[in-house]
């Protein structure tokens, strides 16, 4: 176990250097300048280019590279280009409001998802299965910002029952009514990805003749699909969890808009918007390693869930 | 009755009429919605951007002020100074400050050597956006500690413009950046004005609190939460929703109609618009030809434009400098709309067949729908407008670059036609070059009238000359200013801002000390 995550933290740092000198690369490529944006559209050129000057951005591409690394292996990501502000600062500030809209995403799609895919796998091809298919692939082509906007008129304006404005703290009472739409957004989509896994992976097992054997021997319907076969089930199951957790942290921006939440899908698409350089990089650290904590994970519960599985 | 049915009836009336007040209590928490997740760099000399002025000014003052609500320059009142005089060549100007101004959070008394330093701050490049503003600044001196004396090299069109509560004018205390440095000021401004800087959290809010100490008196309004919502769609919710007093609407007609239809709403269109103008890069073929450029203008409808964003909500352009702007030509000769003569031009120019243009345009769809409808107009006279869409900064970059042949730009700008002649149709401006700005067009017909209007002392000479260069730039057809959009926002009508509102050059409504809920 210790010579596997071992392996894996060291896979890991390769893939954060290679993912930050792709990223380095590539916002640098992108046509738009972070001075003119910073200045506005009444600065002069000089101006403009006396803001480059300041900010490093007319140095040659290999120093600014090089300064980049020395400051990030001493763990200093820098001021944003835009704001002033401490690059892991801003980060920090809205780490903790997605992992716990992730967090609570998945609970929602997981507790809602499972369920589901197995009440449609035992009822395979009757009504209910079809209804839970349906609505599954309704909740897979539904875009994330459409169901936010009615989730709000009908829970925030009709019935009043939770805030527009979500992000609200104080107490618990205030901060469960403010994450609740923008989870159950979210984690609605995760549960007709779930839901939909869930169902085919049961719908092979329960074909398996360890099934039948249990039946035969007179195990209770229920102890088989639960017990049995739900537990043979779970590998794919995991596999798309983990798979789309990640997705979840960045591609969590529409719900973060529509319900007005922060979060790190929000401040990488402004600091996309405003060619925000260092406040690019520091988010790409921390995402790529919240990805690479979350495949780690993934690979520890396989072992769980399966004794098969070897973690090697 | 006995003592103590008395005492119990004195009490019981007591808390009803407790219960009554708190029932009936004014609220006095002002919560505002601006159309962005950040408001960018704190600090009123860098930031631009249009949630940012909305922020900051309730924060500063200026020596002067526009009077709230009105965006015209003749409209100036005395602010941070109670009064001014200039000399009869303009270039010398005394400021007399009020006595007693206090800087927010404990940052003393704002003095003369406060105004001085936030001037140079004003006019250096590495502290401001807006140095160049100050460029003709000789030198700005404290005479004593309530007397500030601006000595300029050559007189400029709004001395006043520059020193009020706009941009590079607004006023920061001398103590709190010495003390916290520039970098700790951005996160945590100081001024003078009837709120100060409590709390800023991007993403989610900036917060100000009342400056019991505000020269003009304490502010009813105790507290105000601009809460930062990129979505219109969320914004407007939050609004029905009651969790919002006032707010930057979705900008468009269609929002203003429905906005206006709701109980207890009061919409607002308002100035300054920003002006829509298609630039035509001269330098490029065939719109070196101005035969084609005149062809171009003659096919595009303002009136169907301005139909199109809508009655209430933009207006058709009358020149190169927005409608009243102090210099602006309200009858300048601008092509009318005639698609036979768009035709006959383009054959004289030796293009019968038609022509193709190509425009690099920004995707943000408000600008990007009236680009459409352009395009649609030109290809009525046989011009076809190719539009490459590209994201906002790539947009401003690529413009800048000399990369599109047509450049559609939408700006508002100080309400003085210097400022948009000198920006866009000044030959110092050409992009491209170390001075350029925003002349798209290589325009430089009317740069004498420009340089000698900037320098004139006499106020009607000088407006005499801004019209010449508009008829100039408008005859060279460098440009088609097609129309023109103005600021859109609503409120409650339980918000009495306590001022009578025009228009905001900060580009929101300015939150006064006499701001108030009436309910």
């Not at chain 1, 609970?107 to 209804?131: E, H, K, M, Q, S």
Request: aromatic share 8%; with cysteine.
């Amino acid at each position: 176990m210790t010579a596997f995550l071992v392996r894996r933290l060291g896979f890991a740092l390769i893939t954060l250097f290679a993912v930050l000198t792709i990223i380095f690369l590539i916002v640098r490529i992108l046509p738009g300048d972070p001075a003119q944006v910073i200045l506005g559209d009444q600065a002069d050129a000089a101006t403009v280019a006396a803001l480059r000057t300041r900010l490093g951005l007319d140095q040659p591409l290999l120093v600014q590279y090089a300064t980049f690394l020395a400051g990030a292996v001493r763990g200093d990501w820098g001021a944003s280009l835009v704001t002033g502000r401490p690059v892991v600062q801003e980060v920090l500030s809205v780490l903790p409001w997605t992992v716990e809209l992730t967090v609570y995403a998945l609970l929602i799609g997981a507790v809602t998802g499972i369920p589901l895919g197995v009440w449609a796998a035992v009822n395979r091809n009757r009504a209910t299965d079809y209804i839970v298919r349906m609505v599954s692939l309704l909740g897979l082509s539904f875009p994330a910002f459409v169901s936010g906007i009615l989730l709000l008129i009908g829970f925030a304006i009709q019935l009043r029952w939770f805030p527009v404005i979500s992000g609200q703290r104080g107490t618990w009472n205030a901060w469960l009514q403010s994450l609740a739409l923008p989870a159950i957004n979210l984690g609605l989509i995760m549960a007709a990805y779930i839901t939909r896994v869930t169902r085919s992976a049961m719908l092979e097992v329960l074909s398996e003749d360890y099934v039948r054997t249990a039946r035969a021997k007179g195990v209770p319907w229920p102890a088989v699909v639960w017990r049995h076969a739900l537990r043979n089930a779970l590998i794919p199951i995991i596999t798309i969890v983990g798979l789309y957790l990640g997705v979840l942290i960045g591609n969590s921006v529409l719900t973060e808009i529509v319900f007005n939440r922060p979060g790190l899908g929000k401040l990488i698409v402004g600091a996309l918007n405003q060619r925000d350089y260092t406040m690019l990089q520091g988010m790409m650290v921390i995402y790529t390693l919240l990805v690479v904590l979350i495949n780690l994970a993934t690979d520890i519960v396989y072992g769980i869930a399966d004794p098969r599985v070897k973690l090697q | 009755m006995t003592k103590s049915g008395l005492f119990a009836g004195c009490m019981g009336l007591a808390l009803a009429i407790g219960f009554a007040t708190s029932a009936f209590a004014q609220k006095t928490t002002l919560n505002v919605g601006l159309a962005s997740a950040d408001v960018g760099v704190l600090d009123p000399h860098m930031n631009s951007a249009t949630t940012g002025k909305s922020f900051l000014q309730q924060i500063f003052n200026g020596l002067v002020r526009l009077k709230p609500g009105e965006i015209s320059p003749d409209q100036i009142e005395s602010d941070l100074a109670e009064s001014w005089t200039s000399s009869p060549d303009g270039k010398v100007w005394t400021f007399n400050l009020r006595k007693g101004v206090q800087c927010h959070h404990n940052f003393g008394e704002f003095t003369a050597a406060d105004a001085v330093f936030s001037l140079k701050r004003a006019a250096t490049r590495e502290t401001s956006t807006f140095s160049s503003d100050y460029s003709a600044f000789d030198s700005v001196e404290a005479v004593d500690p309530y007397t500030v004396k601006i000595t300029l090299k050559n007189p400029i069109p709004s001395l006043l413009g520059v020193v009020m509560n706009y941009h590079g004018g607004q006023m920061v205390c001398k103590a709190a950046v010495e003390q916290m440095g520039n970098e700790a000021f951005r996160r945590k401004p100081v001024g003078t004005g009837p709120f100060a800087f409590n709390e800023y959290v991007p993403q989610q809010y900036g917060k100000l609190v009342a400056h019991d100490q505000y020269f003009r008196g304490k502010p009813v309004i105790r507290e105000i939460n601009f809460r930062l919502i990129p979505s219109d769609a969320a914004r407007d919710l939050a609004f029905q929703a009651g969790e919002l007093d006032m707010l930057y609407a979705r900008q468009d007609q269609a929002s203003f109609n429905r906005l206006k239809q709701i109980p207890g709403v009061n919409a607002l269109a308002m100035n300054p618009a920003e002006m829509s103008v298609l630039h035509f890069n001269m330098t490029m073929p065939p719109l070196d030809n101005i035969k084609v450029r005149q062809a171009v203008a003659y096919a595009i409808d303002r009136d169907g434009i301005h139909q199109f964003r809508g009655r209430d909500v933009s207006r058709q352009s009358v020149s190169v400098v927005p409608n009243g702007y102090l210099g602006a030509l309200a009858d300048a000769p601008l092509l009318p709309y005639n698609l036979q003569k768009a035709k006959d031009l383009l054959a004289e120019a030796g293009h019968p067949n038609g022509i193709t243009l190509k425009t690099i345009h920004t995707t943000l769809p408000g600008m990007m729908s009236f680009m459409e409808a352009v395009q649609a107009q030109l290809r009525r006279a046989g011009i076809t407008l190719e539009i490459t869409p590209v994201e906002h900064a790539t947009f401003h970059q690529q413009i800048r670059q000399n990369l599109s042949q047509v450049v559609h730009f939408q700006a508002a700008r100080f309400p003085v036609a210097d400022v948009y002649l000198s920006q866009f149709f000044h030959s110092r401006a050409i992009v491209g070059t170390p001075t350029g700005v925003t002349n798209f067009s290589h325009c430089k017909v009317a740069d004498a009238e420009i340089d000698a209007a900037r320098s004139e002392p006499d106020k009607a000479k000088q407006i005499t000359l801004w019209h010449e260069a508009q008829r100039k730039i408008v005859n060279e057809v460098c440009a088609v200013p097609v129309n023109e959009s103005l600021q859109l926002w609503a409120m409650k009508d339980t918000l009495d801002l306590g001022y009578p509102i025009k228009g905001a050059l900060n580009l929101g409504p300015g939150v006064l000390e006499t701001s108030r809920f009436t309910k």
